[in-house]
Structures are given as structure tokens and as C-alpha cells.
């Protein structure tokens, strides 16, 4: 039986959320869904739950810049030069073009505010 789809009592979820604590075990999470056919959120944002979509088919949702509501989603933070998850203005994030997860480091930065190389 699909997911939503059972006709007596409460229907079961049709979507579901994945966390992005590491790509590996946060992937465990978006496959089953898609044999499923249900659609999984990402929770949370920058480059790591970005790279979450990108990899998968059946998402059509980015949580982006709702973590805290005194926090500049539109602001690179110190150690990268732009955001990786960029919104146009049909609210649409892109997938970066960039090597990797798409970051912009900030090496300048990053130089200045090593504590040690050994």
C-alpha cells in the first residue's frame, strides 16, 4: 500500500525529514523514501544538507534560513566568501557549480585563524 493512501483510519505520512548530521547516514534517509514514493525535507541548510537533494529524485523541499530568526541567511559567515545556497527571486536555490560541496572558502581567513598546522 503507498504511503497516504489507506482508506481507513489515519493515512500514513507522505513525506518525511531527513537531519544532516554526516551525508552518509543522512542519505540512509531520502533513498527508502524514494522507493516509497514519498517526498523528504531536508532540515537544515548550507553546503552539507544542499549536496542531500542533489542526490536524490524525490525532493521538492530546502529548508532554508529558518533556524533562527536573528540570523542573516544572506550573509556568508566569516570563513566563506558566499553562501553555497543562494535564492533567486522565484525562491528557487540552485545546486552550486563549484568543486565539492560547493563552498567558496574564505582560505584567507581560514590561514588567519589556524592554530597550528603540525
Known sequence: M???SGSTGPSANSSTRADVGGITPAVLTP????????DCEVHGNGSAALSLPG???DNRRYERGLLHPHTDFDAA??????I???MDEHGTVRLPD??????HLDLDHVKRHTITTD
Do not use: I, N, S, Y
Not at 533513498?31 to 514519498?38: K, L, N
Not at 559567515?77 to 558566499?82: F, I, K, M, W
Not at 563549484?98 to 563552498?103: A, I, K, N
Open 2 to 4: 503507498r504511503a497516504g
Open 31 to 38: 533513498h527508502p523514501a524514494e522507493a516509497f514514493g514519498m
Open 55 to 57: 542526490a536524490t529524485t
Open 77 to 82: 559567515p566569516p570563513h566563506l566568501r558566499t
Open 84 to 86: 553555497v545556497d543562494a
Open 98 to 103: 563549484r568543486p565539492g560541496l560547493g563552498d
